[in-house]
């Protein structure tokens, strides 16, 4: 009997429930029973079920019989946040349709519109699905009004669930039989398959997740990686249901892991194609890129003894995770350390706090910035990862910082107050459209710089939580940058140089002296404390020269209360970090870098 594949993805906006979703169907096909049904099943990180998020691609296969036909439903599920975009890009290229879900109480958001148009992309067939119906204050004739209006969709093939009380899920399974395209592709023909997802096992190393575009894939075969241009033997392969279950063949149109004793998971490319090794191979599948790191920050063992241990730490992460990457950099003021770069800012939170789980080091975090490209004098462009790279501003022709495409869904009562936001953060105004009475899109291009730090949270309290934020690359564009320095008594402080606007260069230059100029101790000079853009000062204070000496009002007085005084600046002086002839302690570098 012939097996009919289908083979999807569920898309959402976060907490729209696709992960309870994804229960229910596995529950309803009986891979598995209600007893075994553990609470969100896919998202099988710790740290993922804390945050409540999925962050990395899974699939799962359902097989059942109805009718009297066989059904394997591969289920692949992508992760919710925009800095795994281009994960979710692989994940919708293996599928030939979507659930789109959308919750019947809080109707279509930024990410739902952000998924969908890439589900287009990929001339996907979508399944509009409402969810949650079970809620008292559900109301899905009027989303499935908005999803009409925002996304095409047609109301009347909604398909209407609670994936909570399974009401709905069988009609839904029945759709996606129905609806969604059996995939294509010769068993026969020369092997291809795209690889979408990795993750590492302790014991058998790399996990590779592949969809089988055409030809067949056997254990004990050998097959080659064509972007990495590495080969290996298949020593075991098979599909997940839930659980690992291994089998002896893959064909054209299934979805499914391969095992091939690869010891790091920056060997396996999300995106590339495998092959049969030589000539014969087939072609290489469209859409291959290198992870984009966008974010940079510094990480520095506060304790500089701590540098191997923290090393060692980063190792282990970036072997799970080749979207993370870190090279030593060392630094005056914070010593030796490492530049770590991210996907994003989510990324950067999920990395930073695996780090602080899986080690015991203390870190300083160094303000994260995002990727700039300079055009220099001699006509070259150059990649800038850290502040301090950029030139001085005599070799600069063109400065130019990332820009993002901003989706902002938000009740019109709120409309004015994001405006204002987006506006401030340099964002100008693409476009304004009614999603339906009452709720609105507003799309703008900001620089992500300005986007990354805060601009989520900030739309989220200007808009009582009901404004929601998406976003994509556009590319890069030139802009009025520099970097602004600070000077300790005429010597650059190289942790706390930045990339900023010239219009808050100022204002910024003027904040950080004022800072510093409070956190730095009294010396037996005058220290001077001055921002600078290129050899130009823009701010100055003073810190003036020390008058009196610590002990000296404990002359012929309590020796123990002396002696405790100086014990005191003996440990204070382990956080010194000395630039020039000045002692700077590590508090001060704190204060100034979370200032932002
Ligand atoms: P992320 O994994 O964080 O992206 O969220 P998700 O979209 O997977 O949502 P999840 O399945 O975790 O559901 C979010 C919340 O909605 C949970 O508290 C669910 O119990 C609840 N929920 C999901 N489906 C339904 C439903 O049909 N009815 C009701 N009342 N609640 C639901």
Redesign the pocket.
């Known amino acids: 009997m012939s097996v009919h594949i289908r083979n999807f993805a569920?898309i959402?906006?976060?907490?729209?429930?696709?992960?309870?979703?994804?229960?229910?169907l596995l529950e309803h096909t009986g891979t598995v029973s209600n007893r075994e049904m553990k609470?969100?099943l896919?998202?099988d990180l710790e740290l993922?079920r804390q945050?409540?998020?999925?962050i990395k691609a899974r699939a799962v296969v359902m097989q059942f019989e109805r009718n009297g036909k066989k059904y394997e439903l591969n289920l692949i599920d992508t992760p919710?946040?925009v800095d795994f975009q281009y994960e979710v890009s692989r994940s919708l290229a293996c599928c030939e349709g979507v659930l789109l879900?959308v919750?019947?109480f809080q109707g279509v958001e930024a990410q739902t519109v952000a998924n969908a148009y890439a589900a287009m992309e990929h001339d996907l067939k979508i399944i509009p699905v409402i969810?949650?119906?079970?809620?008292m204050h559900a109301r899905p004739d009027e989303v499935a009004e908005e999803m009409m209006n925002s996304l095409g969709t047609d109301p009347d093939e909604c398909v209407r669930?609670?994936?909570?009380?399974g009401?709905g899920v069988d009609g839904l399974v029945d759709a996606i039989i129905e609806h969604i395209p059996p995939p294509t592709g010769d068993p026969k023909a020369t092997l291809q398959a795209m690889v979408f997802d990795s993750n590492y096992d302790d014991y058998r190393g790399a996990i590779t997740y592949v969809r089988i575009m055409q030809g067949t894939v056997k254990k004990g075969q050998k097959i080659a990686f064509l972007r990495s241009g590495t080969s290996h033997e298949v020593v075991e392969l098979g599909r997940f249901a839930p659980q690992r279950q291994s089998t002896d063949v893959l064909a054209a149109g299934q979805v499914g892991y391969l095992i091939c004793n690869i010891k790091s998971l920056g060997d396996v490319h999300i995106g590339d194609t495998i092959s049969i090794p030589g000539d014969k191979a087939a072609e290489a599948l469209p859409g291959y890129s290198r992870p984009k790191r966008m974010v940079y920050c510094g990480l520095f063992p506060s304790d500089g003894q701590d540098f191997s241990e923290l090393r060692d730490a980063l190792e282990r992460l970036a072997v799970n995770d080749p979207s993370f990457e870190f090279e030593p950099e060392t630094s005056d003021a914070l010593g030796f350390g490492f530049r770590c770069g991210f996907l994003g800012l989510l990324h950067m939170e999920i990395v930073q706090q695996r780090l602080e789980k899986e080690s015991d080091v203390d870190l300083v975090q160094t303000a994260p910035n995002v990727t700039y490209e300079i055009i220099n004098k001699r006509g070259e462009t150059i990649t800038i990862h850290k502040p301090q790279d950029v030139p001085d501003p005599g070799d600069i022709e063109e400065f130019r910082q990332p820009i993002v495409r901003c989706n902002v869904i938000v009740p019109d009562d709120f409309i004015g107050a994001v405006m204002k936001l987006c506006q401030e953060r340099r964002g100008i105004q693409q476009s304004q459209e009614y999603l339906a009475a009452g709720r609105a899109m507003l799309t703008y291009d900001i620089p992500l710089a300005e986007v990354v730090y805060d601009l989520h949270d900030k739309i989220k309290s200007a808009t009582r939580g009901y404004g929601t934020l998406d976003y994509e690359m556009v590319g890069y564009e030139a802009a009025d940058l520099c970097r602004l320095d600070i000077m300790v008594n005429g010597n650059r402080v190289d942790a706390l140089s930045v990339v900023c606007n010239k219009a808050d260069a100022d204002r910024r230059g003027r904040a950080v002296a004022k800072t510093l100029k409070k956190e730095i101790e009294r010396h037996m000079f005058e220290v001077a404390v001055q921002a600078a853009i290129g050899s130009r000062v823009i701010a100055r204070e003073t810190v003036p020269a020390m008058r009196k000496n610590v002990t000296a009002k404990c002359y012929g007085g309590d020796i123990t209360r002396k002696r405790k005084l100086l014990q005191k600046q003996k440990e204070g002086k382990k956080r010194m970090k000395a630039i020039g002839n000045v002692e700077i302690s590590q508090k001060a570098f704190m204060a100034v870098l979370s200032d932002g």
């Not at 945050?51 to 999925?54: A, D, E, L, P, Q």
């Not at 969810?131 to 809620?135: A, F, P, R, S, Y």
């Open positions: 569920i959402a906006h976060i907490d729209h429930g696709k992960s309870t979703l994804a229960d229910r609470e969100q896919l998202d993922e945050r409540g998020i999925t919710g946040h879900l919750d019947a969810n949650k119906i079970d809620l669930v609670s994936a909570k009380t009401e």
